[in-house]
């Protein structure tokens, strides 16, 4: 398996425009989560699924941000409209709950979103 | 106060020195995680750890569940070794709660 896959892996916007970022899980693995990284506070969940259900948004900053899972292989993240302090990393990450060493626990990349 | 607290935030040692970095948790969990990320890089799983004490190469990884902390060891260390390193803690598969990172920097 090629690992969690995240495209683009660097976005330049401009205020307002819509960003949308993707992530393709490992095979198999039934948990997807997306996370936010900035030099301010770090790690932090925004939203993540099970089985394609969105478990616990609680992290998701406001209502321009969404996030879909369509199907088992792919998620999107979308932002509608960009702010300049949407400017942060975003990580994707699948897991597996059947368990074994690690869970699975697998991060993507990353896309480095800069909103100017 | 941070479910997760790591300590210490930077640390600068020379190559070869032992190194130990320290992760305390508040909450109950099923796994703890340590992370490392290189500058501009992705995160990359080193251990996930629900007792005991698990080694991969130069890195050691201990925690106590009766006191809530894990400990992050590099024997010989490495410049290659300057990283960023996080502690993670969950419950099974599900979403981690992060750590504010240690910042290690190794001087030839």
């Known amino acids: 398996d090629a690992g969690v896959i995240q495209s683009p892996r660097h976005e330049v916007t401009e205020m307002g425009q819509e960003v949308t970022l993707r992530c393709k899980p490992i095979?198999?693995?039934?948990?997807l989560f997306w996370y936010r990284q900035t030099m301010m506070r770090g790690l932090e969940l925004l939203i993540y699924?099970?089985?394609?259900?969105?478990?616990?948004d609680s992290g998701m900053p406001e209502d321009r941000f969404s996030a879909k899972m369509p199907n088992a292989s792919f998620s999107t993240l979308k932002i509608q409209p960009s702010e300049p302090r949407d400017s942060a990393v975003y990580f994707c990450?699948?897991?597996?709950?059947?368990?074994?060493?690690?869970?699975?626990?697998?991060f993507g990349s990353g896309t480095r979103l800069t909103v100017v | 106060k941070n479910e997760v607290e790591q300590s210490p935030q930077n640390l600068t040692a020379q190559e070869g020195e032992f190194i130990t970095i320290n992760c305390s948790y508040s909450?109950?969990?099923?796994?703890l995680h340590w992370l490392q990320q290189h500058p501009g890089g992705g995160i990359v799983s080193l251990f996930m750890?629900?007792?005991g004490k698990k080694k991969h190469g130069r890195l050691i990884a201990t925690i106590n569940i009766q006191e809530k902390h894990s400990s992050l060891h590099i024997t010989a260390s490495h410049p290659r070794d300057s990283a960023v390193y996080i502690c993670?803690?969950?419950?099974?598969?599900?979403?981690?709660?992060f750590g504010q990172g240690t910042r290690l920097t190794i001087n030839p």
């Open positions: 990450a699948s897991s597996d709950s059947a368990g074994g060493q690690g869970y699975g626990y697998t």
């Open positions: 095979s198999g693995h039934d948990y």
């Open positions: 699924f099970n089985n394609n259900v969105p478990i616990d």
């Open positions: 909450v109950g969990i099923s796994a």
């Open positions: 750890l629900s007792s």
């Open positions: 993670a803690v969950g419950r099974g598969a599900q979403k981690l709660v």
